[in-house]
Nanobody
Framework: VHLVESGGDSVQAGGSLTLSCVASGDRLRTYTMVWLRQAPGKGRGGVANLARYGDTQYADTVRGRFTISKDNAMNALYLQMISLRPEDTAMYYC?????????????????WGQGTQVTVSS
């Protein structure tokens, strides 16, 4: 599956953004989907995971502020982000792995988008 992210922007702390990830080449309904992020000088880590059958998992640092969702008709994944903080600044990626999975190490996701930049200023 081919993934393309969009929606990244520069916002002030406390602001909101919604990231989108549009898929082509296959239907997302059979995949576990995840949003990961990578800040400068840091590794790539999972932010929010949406398993094939609907279970969600969030990193502790974003729980209550970020919401992952999927629109099977649009074949798209979303990440709604509110109350953004400077520490949320990163490149955000969507990724996928066929089947039903909880949050996995980044290297186990088999399809990746190119990323979209989120910058939060204080």
């Amino acid at each position: 599956v081919h993934l393309v992210e969009s929606g990244g922007d520069s916002v002030q702390a406390g602001g909101s953004l919604t990231l989108s990830c549009v898929a082509s080449g296959d239907r997302l309904r059979t995949y576990t989907m995840v949003w990961l992020r990578q800040a400068p000088g840091k590794g790539r880590g999972g932010v929010a995971n949406l398993a094939r059958y609907g279970d969600t998992q969030y990193a502790d640092t974003v729980r209550g502020r970020f919401t992952i969702s999927k629109d099977n008709a649009m074949n798209a994944l979303y990440l709604q982000m509110i109350s953004l903080r400077p520490e949320d600044t990163a490149m955000y990626y969507c990724a996928a792995r066929d089947g039903n999975h909880g949050l996995l190490p980044a290297g186990l996701y088999t399809s990746w988008g190119q990323g979209t930049q989120v910058t939060v200023s204080s």
